[in-house]
């Protein structure tokens, strides 16, 4: 046998000959053969757990009926699965779970008939049946006991437990009346998330599950994944929304709420309503997980105030106008403004073939480069990776990080908003597999599980990773092989590392020398280490070359292009990777190339037959065209979908900016603040009513599938908005035959898409080998057919099979470091607005802190936190403000954000900074109870903010 065949062992199951892999135990390897093996408390995502005892089997030459979960495979095995002891044995563990489980679904005199739950639900006097269990039609012990005829000979008698149902948490219910013990659920909260919110509790006796702290989930640390939902086999844990409603069918697709790129299975009823989104178990990057937002953020696309039909501005208002007409009069507004005057700005929910039609329209039917994506508010970020790497993207995959040795996270809110990123990064810390090093001046979620958590002074993260690089330079700890094979300019970065002595480093930051040498020695040492960065708190310019120094630190230690390790920059929204690669960006052409590069316009006019604008004047990224619209220097735009930055300030006064246009057009969901003060208004389709293609943060480019169309909405793609925008104009060059025609022009234009193709993702799509659909099955098992794994870029051909692990672009470029000191905020700073807001606000947010007391107010309604929160201060602060120690303030941002709470005086606090940590369950309730129709994508983030602290009445802290 050779290295690279796969060694397999033969065994007999029921007469038939399978083969299976060595370490496998006999479910796996039975269920890859296609042969069924009940079974209630195992799941394909966790480790084998033998509780439920359903899966036993009889063994040739072996005492007893062990469980086929936990039995591995041997060579020559034989085994019988519908043995008479065997079937016993189920037979009498159904018998003990029916006689505590409701089973009406068992006794309904239409059972033979009821395929569709629907029929049932017509009969109204019918109220004892399958109607009342929210799990109808998805319960695997229902259809367990069918499969073994348990019905027939069973007296089917139970004994009701009698349990309050718990409805007042946000986003699903619990129902431990009909919990079956099976603690699929228990598994993956602490197994897969790490986040141990639920365990297995007593009551009476009884062995249940509960809350691991409290008696609400808001106290116990849960973050809303909602993977112990999809895991559950009966109706015990179920989303509150839709609850009793039935899926017509299943549709598979990626998530649109951030660039993870998680694959999720959409349940559809029969009237084209999403209803429920489940983790696909086999979804490349997220592998059965998902978030809050995917999770329980969709529901914005069956809204009942979604724009229905074009809108045109006549005498003053927005009237109901056909598309040839809104098209029509689009065309006519904008063409007076072709040129410079012209800006767009597109959604990171748009796919990458709307996004370049996006770009091909300003540069082409409006003669601009002026265009960019709302949530591109730190071009710095990936412009450093560029400088170094020569690509606009990071070089790791997200699931290989739980194979990393080490994980460096530079301010990062990874647990919120890149949500499924952390959940592999957690498993390997709790493993002990894993060293995890934190720096943020936040309290997250991740420094909760970090060995080492470095807080430095907001804005000096850029001092803190210079340091670093001076300790492995200084010490003798880079890879010299990996930097002599792949990096130029080393001597000139490590001479201008000379500022960066630990001392000036700790007294830049206010971490102690100590930690920085500790961190940068756990990082240097580390077999392979990834680093993952937001660079949330840095501010001013510093953003690029502080991306440029984390590139550094990886390549000096060998840290790019290999397994386990590379570079994550992140960014929020879902396709903002792709926005970069189609150039949809101001300062970039499709493929990574520059608008200011005379010979990348004439290769792309010549694949175009149109000649591409100069750079001249700079064009306009997304802040600096609101800030042209402010000046009456742009006077018309276009703008595709609502964000967040919008309306916090992010990209300035957009209102201002909206209400400074002659002419503007927007194509969106909602009637936003920016369609009210529109002067077309296009009906813009969901990310679940198109097709296309995103690319995640992995540079994994995955088919977008369409999911269900809102019947009572006129919606069209984005794509084919800008179609008819361009005919309008007379523009030539879009006339493609849907987003696959699309992708392909992109694959002429980006060399690293050369070899994608819509036929390709979806051809290539792995097939899920499972038992037959009669079988019971888990839901995430159910429902996973053929997995589209996507391509990852580079993919230069047709049969090149993408590339994991990115290496630089020929040589990497060193990058020097520059020591940029930065000012201490204050009240003579110009944030300080006048030295009203002399502080800066770090808050921070997580799951639990089981160290401080927390109640939850408990009143018939939704579930509310109550708990004094602490404001942290150092002692000068507290005394220049006139505050004492335990007195009731208020902390106000100069955005006009309030949080209570009571002054706690730290020594080691650091001066000018006010630290402040709350609960995630806050947070959770929050969006559940938002009237926003897309909550999600308009959720707050964590933030630096300039602040006071103001004394305030004793009940008003504690309210």
Not at 195 to 214: C, F, K, N, P
Request: charged share 20%.
């Amino acid at each position: 046998m050779t290295t690279t065949e796969r060694q397999t062992l033969t065994l007999t199951v029921n007469g038939a000959e399978i083969r299976a892999e060595p370490g496998q135990m006999l479910i796996q390897a039975a269920n890859e053969a296609g042969v069924y093996i009940p079974y209630l408390c195992y799941h394909p995502g966790m480790k084998p757990y033998g509780a439920c005892r359903m899966c036993v089997v009889e063994v040739e030459g072996a005492p007893g009926t062990p469980a086929a979960c936990t039995l591995p495979v041997r060579d020559g095995m034989v085994v019988n699965t519908l043995g008479d002891q065997a079937l016993g044995v189920r037979d009498a563990i159904l018998d003990l779970l029916l006689s505590e489980h409701p089973h009406g679904c068992l006794t309904c005199h239409r059972i033979d008939l009821c395929g569709p739950q629907d029929i049932c639900l017509r009969h109204v006097d019918v109220t004892d049946r399958c109607v009342t269990c929210p799990k109808n039609e998805r319960c695997e012990l229902k259809d367990t006991t069918r499969f073994h005829t348990q019905g027939l000979n069973s007296p089917l008698t139970y004994q009701y437990r009698g349990l309050q149902i718990e409805t007042q948490d946000p986003f699903y219910d619990r129902d431990y009346n009909l919990c079956i013990v099976c603690a699929r659920c228990v598994r993956a909260c602490e197994e897969v998330r790490g986040d141990s919110a639920i365990t297995m509790t007593e009551r009476a006796g009884q062995v249940l599950v509960g809350t691991s702290r409290g008696e609400s989930l808001l106290e116990s640390g849960c973050e809303f994944c909602g993977l112990c939902i999809d895991v559950c086999p009966v109706g015990a844990l179920v989303e509150t929304d839709h609850k009793w409603e039935r899926a017509a069918r299943y549709e598979q697709t990626v998530c649109a709420e951030c660039p993870v790129g998680c694959q999720l299975t959409y349940e559809v009823n029969r009237f084209g309503k999403v209803i429920r989104a489940i983790g696909e178990l086999n979804g490349p990057a997220n592998q059965g997980n998902a978030c809050y937002k995917g999770k329980f953020g969709f529901e914005y696309v069956n809204s009942r105030e979604r724009v229905k039909q074009p809108l045109v501005r006549r005498n003053g208002s927005l009237e109901p106008a056909s598309w040839e007409e809104a098209a029509a009069a689009a065309a006519e507004g904008l063409a007076p403004h072709k040129g410079t005057e012209f800006a767009l700005v597109a959604s990171p929910r748009n796919t990458n073939e709307e996004l370049y039609l996006a770009q091909k329209f300003a540069r082409i039917a409006m003669q601009s480069n002026n265009v960019d994506s709302a949530s591109n508010d730190r071009p710095g970020l990936m412009e450093g990776m560029h400088d170094v790497l020569g690509q606009y993207a990071g070089t790791a995959s997200v699931q290989e990080t739980r194979n990393s040795a080490c994980v460096l996270v530079v301010s990062a809110n990874v647990t919120e908003e890149q949500n499924v990123l952390a959940v592999p990064v957690k498993q390997a810390v709790r493993a002990g597999e894993q060293r995890l090093i934190v720096i943020d001046a936040r309290e997250t979620e991740l420094t909760r599980y970090a060995h080492l958590w470095l807080r430095p002074y907001p804005g000096t993260d850029l001092a803190l990773i210079g340091g670093m690089l001076k300790v492995i330079v200084d010490e003798g700890l880079t890879d010299r092989e990996f930097v002599d094979a792949h990096c130029d300019g080393f001597d000139a970065m490590a001479a201008s590392l000379a500022p960066f002595a630990l001392d000036a480093v700790a007294a830049e930051t206010g971490v102690p020398a100590e930690r920085v040498a500790e961190a940068a020695r756990l990082y240097a040492q580390s077999a392979a280490a990834t680093t993952i960065f937001a660079l949330d708190n840095t501010v001013g310019g510093t953003r690029r070359i502080t991306s440029r120094l984390i590139a550094d630190l990886a390549l000096i230690t060998g840290n790019v292009g290999k397994p386990a390790a590379g570079l994550l920059p992140l960014r929020h929204g879902a396709n903002d990777q792709g926005q970069l690669d189609v150039g949809a960006e101001a300062r970039l052409l499709p493929g990574h190339r520059h608008v200011a590069d005379a010979q990348d316009r004439a290769a792309l006019g010549t694949l175009w037959g149109a000649p591409i604008p100069a750079a001249d004047p700079a064009p306009l990224r997304v802040r600096e065209a609101f800030a042209a619209a402010r000046k009456g220097e742009v006077k018309a735009m276009l703008v595709l979908g609502d964000h967040v930055h919008y309306e916090d300030g992010t990209l300035g006064d957009t209102a201002a900016a909206f209400e400074a246009l002659e002419f503007l057009v927007v194509s969106d969901t909602f009637l936003s603040p920016a369609a009210q003060r529109a002067n077309v208004v296009f009906p813009a389709a969901a990310f679940s009513e198109k097709r296309g293609t995103f690319t995640n943060m992995e540079r994994r480019v995955q088919p977008l599938r369409q999911v269900a169309v809102n019947r009572a909405v006129d919606a069209r793609s984005d794509l084919e908005t800008l179609q008819a925008l361009a005919n309008a104009l007379g523009a030539p060059g879009f006339d493609f035959d849907g987003p696959e025609a699309v992708l392909d022009e992109i694959a002429q234009a980006v060399p690293q898409y050369a070899g994608v193709s819509y036929r390709r993702l979806i051809d290539e799509a792995v097939p899920t080998l499972k038992p037959s659909n009669d079988n019971p099955l888990p839901t995430q098992v159910l429902y996973s057919n053929a997995v589209a794994m996507g391509v990852q870029w580079p993919c230069p051909a047709p049969d090149h099979p993408g590339t994991p692990h990115l290496a630089p672009v020929g040589r990497a470029q060193l990058a020097p470091a520059e020591w940029r000191p930065r000012p201490r905020h204050g009240a003579e700073s110009p944030e300080s607005q006048g030295g009203r807001f002399p502080l800066l606000l770090a808050q921070g947010r997580v799951l639990a802190q089981p160290e401080r007391e927390v109640s939850v107010h408990r009143n018939g309604g939704p579930n509310q936190v109550l708990r004094e929160e602490e404001l942290t201060l150092h002692p000068a602060d507290a005394a220049l403000a006139g505050l004492t120690d335990g007195q009731a303030v208020r902390a106000v941002t100069a955005k006009g954000a309030a949080l209570l709470g009571r002054v706690r005086i730290a020594p080691d606090a650091l001066e000018g900074v006010a630290s402040a940590t709350t609960l995630f369950g806050e947070f959770a309730t929050a969006l559940d109870a938002s009237e926003h129709p897309d909550p999600m994508n308009h959720a707050p983030r964590l933030a630096v903010l300039p602040a006071r602290i103001e004394p305030t009445e004793h009940e008003e802290a504690g309210s």
